[in-house]
């Protein structure tokens, strides 16, 4: 056998391992949902930021509804003519 063919069939045998392994990684992740889920309460994120040069920095604490429909209210502005 060939170099070239070698190669082929080593690349073949990768994707055949990589197609597996991502058939078993989906079907153990199936039905587990993504994200939080919904409910009544607020989810808080915290995001820091530290200046490498001495300047100091900055802590915030983000608060999100859990429910959608309440998350979805926040980007409707306050004076939307409804009309």
Excluded: C, N
């Excluded at 992740?29 to 200046?51: D, I, M």
Aim: hydrophobic share 40%; no cysteine; net charge positive.
């Amino acid at each position: 056998m060939t170099a070239l063919g070698l190669s082929a069939v080593l690349a073949a045998a990768i994707l055949a391992v990589l197609a597996v392994r991502v058939r078993s990684v989906l079907r153990s992740e199936r039905g587990t949902g993504r994200g939080a889920a919904p409910g009544r309460g607020h989810h808080v994120l915290r995001a820091e930021y530290f200046s490498g040069g001495g300047g100091g920095g900055e802590a915030t604490e983000y608060r999100v509804p859990k429910d959608p429909q309440a998350y979805a209210r926040l980007f409707v502005p306050k004076d939307t003519w409804k009309g």
